[in-house]
């Protein structure tokens, strides 16, 4: 093998291995089987959450994850496979599982979820979490309770007392979803 064609090999390898490292989510999937148009679609919507989508050799594959770190994910580079990386645990499982269950000849092999190798079934469990937006605003949604649960009480209090709430008012009302 001449130097140029290792020395890209070697770049390639270290590509892969930092696009593994830096993701936050890595699900490791095969494609037999799917349509060109199909194919573009999936693509299509991975792209539209900023999850980028990549068909590689499976020697680099596995040398690459070797190289991060995570050798339990080499048994699943057999076949056509692709590797969706992505800076949201969430977005690759849900936006992949939603897929492959329309599309049968998508199949979800395995991942990497914040540093940890996943199965299937750990891939599935994720897909039913929402987006990054989602959990905020759930978050939010906590945080906002107390607050209004407060809020009413001083209202109660000051009606009680006979006093003006008028501020106090719009906080009880039922925060529109």
Do not use: W
């Not at 999937?29 to 991975?46: K, Q």
Request: charged share 25%; proline share 3%; hydrophobic share 40%.
């Amino acid at each position: 093998m001449n130097k140029e064609l290792l020395d890209a090999k070697v770049a390639l390898v270290n590509e892969v291995a930092d696009k593994f490292a830096k993701s936050s989510s890595s699900v490791v999937v095969e494609y037999r089987g799917l349509t060109v148009a199909e194919v573009t679609e999936l693509r299509r919507e991975l792209r539209k959450e900023g999850i980028e989508f990549k068909v590689y050799k499976n020697g680099i594959s596995t040398r690459a994850a070797e190289q991060a770190g995570y050798v339990e994910l080499n048994p699943q580079f057999v076949g056509p496979n692709a590797i969706a990386f992505s800076e949201d645990a969430v977005a690759p499982s849900r936006i992949l599982a939603k897929f492959a269950k329309k599309h049968k000849n998508l199949i979800l092999k395995g991942a990497v979820v914040e540093g940890q190798v996943v199965d299937t079934e750990t891939i599935l469990e994720l897909s039913s979490l929402p987006n990054k937006e989602g959990m905020l605003s759930m978050l939010l949604g906590c945080l906002q309770s107390p607050i209004r649960t407060f809020a009413c009480t001083v209202k109660a209090v000051a009606d009680a007392q006979g006093e003006s709430t008028e501020s106090i008012e719009s906080a009880c009302e039922t925060p529109a979803e």
